[in-house]
């Protein structure tokens, strides 16, 4: 069967399986990157070396905030140009994407390393942890490109109907990262720098396999140098989509200062390092997600282009039950064994530890929620309404939070700054379930008005 044409017809439930599953292990291999350098550097080299890698952390949401601009921008965009069968913009979407991509990278390697140690003291570093947020910042801003590039391109490799390359290429990087962090850090004695560099050195051999699938003949659409001259209208239909998660992206590292501006007040430099660790297990359950997202989208992009509305509400029906599944265990999880899950990432800092589990056990405490609303989230963007989708996501990760953690912290200390992020998830749920269902509504009816329009075609 046509890969595209499966889109709109195949079982929604099949689909959607077909579609998350490698989505699902792509994300929880891509979210390894990360767990892994925050294992090893933990044990390997400290806590307050731990500490000092978190402070890069907005660093990082920067780079992946510019690559899900034009990734996932363009993967929206070339999935409904797929849907109405014009394969051809598709293709032009690809080489905007990729210029974009490239473009972005090189804007960010060059501020960042211009003005890294200004970046970093406001980002939150101490005279303590200054010295290895610069080693291990330096090191990853000189490969955004590699990040970037792989990143944003994976998304549109998922986005033509090819879920299980998009997963093979995401697990080549986390295994090699694998191997390669504890020979930089154990074997080479190189501390957060070799943490670094294996994160670089795996993601090279990502990009180059990406590149390799888009020229050597393997994809559906193809990279060529004509569709790279950058197109006003292709960017702007880019741009607009891919605002939604690099709005997101971009709270995210907003968000990130000021919880560590707070952190650094009433916990020090080991409560930077204990929410890096709660940031860590809540991305890595919140990666299955995210994965049925991606999975989701081109089937909600594809037959929302095809008008086929029933099938665009089951699929985000069966996407929200999945996700709200996944939260839930989650959230029974590190209500049951938060000391044992802090403690994977340090075993000999009791007070990290102490402190860590704490505030897991607080971020997380409405967690079930949250699966449903950022579903909703992602079917706005799916279905191209960037602007309702990027106010739903800076619902939950800025206009609520930020307030919440001003507020609450001088009150109830420490425990205020764990506070705010359920007390978040709570309102923002309710305001997107409120939108998501009167949107539904409205689908409903156009959905009438096309049948009524093809039974009165038949007739005639």
Not at 74 to 93: D, F, P, R, T, Y
Not at 415 to 430: K, N, Y
Request: proline share 3%; with cysteine; aromatic share 8%.
């Amino acid at each position: 069967m046509n890969k595209t044409n499966e889109l709109g017809t195949e079982n929604i439930g099949k689909l959607l399986l077909k579609f998350s599953i490698p989505s699902v292990i792509g994300m929880v291999v891509n979210m390894l990157y990360n767990i892994v350098d925050r294992i090893f550097v933990g044990r390997g080299v400290g806590s307050i070396a731990l500490s000092g890698v978190a402070v890069t952390f907005p660093i990082v949401n920067v780079i992946m905030g510019f690559a899900m601009l034009a990734g996932i921008g363009a993967a929206a965009v070339i999935s409904i140009k797929l849907g109405q069968h014009k394969k051809e913009e598709a293709e032009k979407v690809l080489g905007n994407a990729f210029t974009l991509l490239v473009i972005f990278s090189l804007c960010i390697t060059i501020f960042g390393i211009t003005f890294l140690d200004p970046i970093l003291k406001i980002l939150g570093a101490s005279n303590e942890t200054l010295p290895y947020a610069r080693d291990f910042s330096f090191i990853i801003l000189l490969g955004v490109i590699l990040q970037s590039v792989s990143m944003g391109l994976n998304n549109i490799i998922r986005a033509e109907g090819n879920p299980k390359t998009a997963m093979l290429t995401m697990l080549i990087g986390a295994v090699l990262n694998f191997i390669a962090n504890p020979i930089f850090i154990f074997v080479l004695h190189l501390g957060v720098k070799g943490s670094a560099l294996a994160t670089i050195i795996s993601q090279s051999v990502t990009v180059i396999w990406t590149l390799q699938y888009f020229i050597g003949g393997k994809s559906l659409l193809k990279l060529t140098k004509k569709n790279m001259k950058l197109d006003k209208i292709v960017v702007k239909e880019i741009t607009s989509i891919g605002m939604s998660p690099f709005a997101m992206q971009m709270a995210a590292s907003l968000v990130t200062i000021t919880f560590n501006k707070s952190l650094a007040i009433y916990g020090g430099d080991i409560a930077i390092g204990a929410f890096s660790l709660i940031t860590s297990v809540t991305m890595l359950i919140l990666m299955p997600i995210f994965g049925i997202n991606q999975g989701a989208q081109p089937i909600i992009g594809y037959n929302y282009g095809a008008k086929q509305y029933d099938r665009v509400k089951k699929t985000v029906f069966y996407a929200s039950v999945a996700a709200t599944v996944i939260t839930t265990l989650g959230f029974i999880m590190v209500q049951l064994f938060p000391v044992q899950i802090i403690s994977i990432f340090n075993t000999s800092d009791k007070n990290l530890i102490s402190m860590g589990a704490r505030g897991l056990r607080i971020d997380l405490l409405f967690f079930p929620i949250v699966g449903s609303s950022i579903v909703c989230t992602n079917y706005f963007q799916a279905i191209a309404k960037a602007k309702l989708s990027t106010i739903l996501s800076l619902l939950r990760q800025v206009i609520m939070i930020i307030p919440l953690l001003i507020i609450l912290p001088p009150f109830f200390k420490l425990d205020g700054v764990w506070m705010a992020q359920p007390i978040a998830d709570v309102l923002s749920t309710a305001i997107t379930l409120i939108l998501v269902v009167k949107q539904m509504k409205t689908l409903g009816h156009s959905e009438k008005i096309t049948e009524n329009r093809a039974v009165s075609d038949a007739i005639r």
